[in-house]
């Protein structure tokens, strides 16, 4: 089948998400200029680059248009938290998905501790296997879309996960969940297999 994207607009949200999968989540914490926290989960989010290092994430507009708590709180501080979401962390990163009235914090509702941060005055989540402080670079507005990307400052990783000395992460003990076709449905990432790149032409 052929699908003319101008001509379904309307189902695109669920064919695109259901067929882009799995998505890596961002549990991304936030503060207010008054001192709020917000946390939020964005599947709608990627590592774009590492020279320099740099992730995009996308929060969106409220049904009535204006910007979620995430993208009104970068746009006034400029700063945010990207915690990635493993196994031990999914059922609270679904809690902090509840539309709850800005100014309240997620991570009271969640269970979730919020620990400081070396270079953001934004909280990481001490719960979380791994946490990226960031800074604005910019936003780009593409017609409804808001793509933020983030040049990360600081890493945060569960010392269980990493070997310090060659700063490689143990790819038996990191358990990230993964974002399926919606609204509810996620995936394990267990089941890998291992293919070598060509090394000739």
């Given amino acids: 089948m052929e699908i003319d994207v101008e001509k379904t ?11 882009v999968t799995p998505r890596p989540i961002a549990l991304v914490t936030t503060i207010s200029p008054n001192g709020r926290v917000n946390a939020a989960p964005f599947s709608f989010f990627n590592l774009l680059g590492t ?22 709180n970068i746009r ?23 539309p709850l009235a800005y ?11 919020p620990a400081a941060c070396s270079c953001v005055k934004a909280p990481r989540i001490a719960e ?14 593409i017609g409804d879309n808001r793509l933020v990307i983030g040049l990360i400052k600081r890493l945060h990783v569960r010392d269980s996960l990493i070997d310090a000395e060659a700063l490689r992460v143990s ?13 509810d449905w996620y995936c394990r990432t267990r089941d890998r297999f291992e293919l070598v790149r060509p090394r000739t032409a």
């Fill in 128 to 141: 979380a296997p791994a946490s990226l402080e960031c800074v604005e670079w910019g936003t780009l507005q």
């Fill in 103 to 113: 100014g309240e914090n997620e991570l009271d509702r969640a269970g979730l501790t």
């Fill in 51 to 72: 020279e320099p290092p740099i992730v995009g994430v996308c929060p969106g507009d409220r049904d009535d248009g204006t910007p979620k708590d995430t993208a009104l």
């Fill in 76 to 98: 006034l501080t400029h700063e945010f938290v990207v915690n990635l979401v493993d196994e031990e962390l999914a059922v609270a990163m679904n809690e902090c998905a509840a």
């Fill in 9 to 19: 607009a309307d189902r695109l949200f669920p064919l695109l998400s259901a067929l």
């Fill in 171 to 183: 790819g038996d003990a990191y358990r990230p969940v993964g974002r399926m076709q919606g609204p």
